[in-house]
């Protein structure tokens, strides 16, 4: 299992939203995802959350509401695996590059999809895309 971190601006209505351009392994350098990792033997998907992003971004976070996968099951990550999203705001720290990754970006809603997300991610983006939309409205 893999978990993800959708770093919006505010977990509710959200308006920004964090890419992070990763360096590695180089068949995915380049490419733009969600921040986030593998679960650890005996971990907890929510624990795996928070050291994930702390070791990628060097930030503490507050979690929101997971973003469930169509088929209830998590994300399609090729080859083999499923990941969990959630919605998450950094409550502690300056999100920084640390570890796998050499750029972050944050995109201001309807730009979203300005960057070249790698193609597990592109559905889960636009999951996030038309629940940000739908929130907007008055």
Known sequence: MVVGGAVVDDLARPTVLLAARRTEPPHLAGGWELPGGKVDPGEEPL???????????????????????????GWDLPPSHRMRVWLVRVTEGESAPIEAHDELRHLPLGRWGEVNWLPADM????????????????
């Open 123 to 138: 559905p889960i983006v636009a999951a996030l895309t038309a629940l940000a939309e739908e929130r907007q409205a008055p």
């Open 47 to 73: 624990q795996a959350l928070h050291r994930e992003l702390h070791e990628e971004l060097g930030v503490k976070i507050e979690v929101g509401e997971e973003l469930v996968a169509p088929n209830g099951l």
